[in-house]
């Protein structure tokens, strides 16, 4: 994700009533009446209340909650299609309820496009021209939006695809249909409403998988809305869980997950496997030694005699990881006459990064059991992770 610095859409104070009397049904909840009971008193519904946070550019946001919390009418809110009631959001500079019809419509072309769970497409239409639909409306010229769309349909693995129909289309390749047309329009944020909802859950997980390696590739700000944990799980940068209309928590997924703001949110994430929510950096030791790639097998025997260890790392000056040596191999080395290690090392290891989820772990700890090396993106060397590190965290989070 980009610069969480960066902010691209700010929401304050945000509330929707659905009624004819909004602001005594506003009265009522500044004097501190829940939605249950604005409801009874006025035939008010309150269905966001006080919504406040921000969106980062770059990031992919979760809204999540369950039925009747507000998570479509939040969404809904941000481009407008349902008006606010009150407070504010701004998109670069740009206060959107106070913006007038015109201005509105340029808003919504220049920074929003919306995915929703019904595909929408257009049965007539080929995939192409469903593809080029936004562009058309917008009176694109014919040839510039041909070409976008076909290269909005090949980043969503659609190519070769064009003339086909939307009925002889899967469900997933229909969705990719919908995200390709969003996709072309080129808005700076992209609004998908429980866009995988339809979809049977083993095409769900890749369409899951594509849209964060699409994200990752375009860095489009996304905000998404499901009701569905796992999938937020799987998706999100960041979490906002809704219950009522207002917000309970706003999080990453390991804060909300290790760190519940309340009971409600303590319920919502039980029965959740936690080993594939912590993560190597969890289960990760400092290093008790390495060997720099310069050094000598008998170094190298040295350092693992006064660390208690049968193999260690080797790095260059700069951390690097280089490879793994083996007391046997090093002793072979000396026998042999040899100065250097290079030729002693071996790649046989596995290394992770350190948001590697621990339940990957567990197949890679060889017969040997070498410690499993943690490297950031410069494959400099953070930790290890051993077996006996990952069973305890699980435990430790089990007993939570």
Not at 240 to 255: N, S, Y
Not at 357 to 386: C, E, T, W, Y
Request: aromatic share 4%; hydrophobic share 40%; glycine share 8%.
């Amino acid at each position: 994700m980009s610069d969480r610095k960066s902010v691209k859409i700010e929401v304050r104070d945000l509330s929707k009533v659905f009624g004819q009397h909004p602001k005594r049904a506003l009265e009522l909840r500044d004097q501190g009446l829940n939605r249950a009971e604005i409801l009874e008193k006025t035939g008010q519904t309150l269905a966001l209340s006080n919504i406040s946070f921000d969106v980062y550019e770059g990031e992919l946001l979760v809204i999540m909650g369950l039925s009747g919390s507000g998570k479509s009418t939040l969404i809904r809110c941000l481009n407008r299609l349902i008006e606010p009631t009150e407070g504010s959001i701004v998109i670069d500079g740009e206060n959107i309820p106070e913006l007038n019809a015109k201005q509105l419509l340029e808003c919504r072309r220049r920074h929003f496009s919306m995915v929703f769970q019904n595909f929408a497409l257009f049965p007539h239409r080929t995939v192409q021209k469903n593809a080029e639909y936004g562009l058309e409306i917008r009176g694109i010229d014919k040839a510039t939006r041909r070409e976008t769309a076909r290269k909005s349909l090949e980043q969503v693995g659609l190519n070769g695809w064009e003339d086909a129909y939307p009925n002889q289309l899967s469900g997933g390749m229909q969705q990719r249909v919908g995200l390709a047309r969003a996709l072309a329009n080129d808005s700076s944020v992209l609004l998908m409403d429980e866009a995988f909802s339809a979809l049977d859950p083993l095409i769900r997980k890749d369409m899951q998988q594509e849209l964060t390696e699409l994200q990752s590739r375009t860095q489009k700000t996304t905000v998404f809305i499901t009701h569905d944990l796992d999938e937020a799980l799987n998706i999100a940068d960041r979490i906002i869980l809704l219950k009522d209309g207002a917000i309970v928590q706003i999080g990453t997924p390991e804060e909300i997950l290790t760190s519940p703001a309340d009971d409600y949110v303590e319920r919502f994430i039980e029965g959740v496997d936690m080993s594939r929510v912590l993560t190597a950096s969890h289960a990760m030791r400092k290093v008790r030694a390495t060997v720099w790639q310069g050094d000598g097998p008998r170094t190298a025997l040295h350092k693992m005699r006064d660390n208690g260890l049968d193999s260690i790392y080797v790095t260059d000056r700069q951390r690097k990881l280089i490879g793994l040596l083996e007391a046997e191999a090093a002793d072979q080395a000396v026998k042999a006459g040899h100065d250097s290690i290079e030729n002693a090392m071996t790649q046989d290891f596995r290394r992770v990064g350190p948001d590697e989820p621990l339940h990957n772990l567990f197949a890679m700890f060889s017969d040997k059991s070498f410690p499993i090396a943690v490297v950031n993106d410069d494959q400099r060397l953070l930790g290890v992770v051993v077996k006996g590190a990952v069973l305890a965290q699980l435990a430790e989070a089990g007993e939570d």
